[in-house]
């Protein structure tokens, strides 16, 4: 297994564009999340899937954000009419239920301009 | 809500040792945890230590806790060039992985 995986890697819209971005997370892990980490800052909880249900959302995902792991397997992270302040590093990780440390993936770095 | 602090930036010498603090606020933080973050990179989890440790050493990492102070630090022998990288401290509380607070990390920087 290589890990987890995101795409793209580098994102750069223009303000109020629509973006995707995915992850892959190791195969038999049935935990998702998604942080966002900003620059000089470490990373923030934004939300988890355990297999396809969305168990906790954070009050950092706004209206604009939606998340979706429509198999169990890989996930979305969705952003809506993009904004300056979305510009971070968002980061993906993976693990058992039950596990105490999860993998990263290498992250999608988001600039809007 | 779960706060977690350590200083901004460290820098040694190869071969010396480095050692980086952090303090967190909850004391309910059943796992702490040390990531590296090299540049344009994700997270490697370098170790963790449960809470009813004191200490925990792999290597050329030793981590001591200090649960009363609420104090972590993370000590690296022999420091390596390669070791040059931001150093996350973390914690979550029995809630799960998913609970999981960082700290602002730390930049270390090894001068050859």
């Known amino acids: 297994d290589t890990g987890v995986s995101q795409d793209p890697r580098h994102k750069i819209t223009k303000r109020g564009q629509n973006v995707t971005f995915r992850c892959d997370p190791i195969s038999e892990h049935n935990r998702l999340y998604w942080y966002r980490q900003t620059l000089g800052q470490g990373p923030e909880f934004l939300t988890y899937?355990?297999?396809?249900?969305?168990?906790?959302k954070s009050r950092l995902l706004s209206d604009r954000f939606s998340a979706e792991r429509p198999k169990g397997s890989f996930s979305t992270l969705e952003i809506q009419r993009t904004e300056q302040g979305d510009s971070a590093m968002y980061l993906c990780?993976?693990?058992?239920?039950?596990?105490?440390?999860?993998?990263f993936g290498q992250g999608t770095r988001l600039t809007v301009v | 809500g779960e706060d977690v602090e350590q200083s901004l930036f460290l820098s040694v010498r190869e071969g010396d040792s480095s050692v980086i603090n952090c303090t967190y606020t909850?004391?309910?933080?059943?796992?702490l945890y040390w990531y590296k973050q090299e540049p344009g990179a994700g997270l490697q989890l370098l170790t963790y230590i449960f809470s009813n440790m004191d200490m925990k050493q792999d290597q050329r990492l030793t981590v001591l806790l200090n649960k009363k102070d609420k104090h972590l630090s993370l000590r690296i022998a022999d420091t390596q060039t390669g070791d040059s990288a931001i150093y996350f401290c973390a914690e979550s509380d029995s809630g799960g992985y998913q609970k999981v607070t960082f700290g602002t990390g730390t930049k270390l920087q090894v001068i050859p």
């Open positions: 909850d004391s309910s933080s059943t796992y």
């Open positions: 990780a993976s693990s058992l239920e039950g596990a105490r440390r999860a993998f």
């Open positions: 899937f355990q297999n396809e249900a969305q168990l906790e």
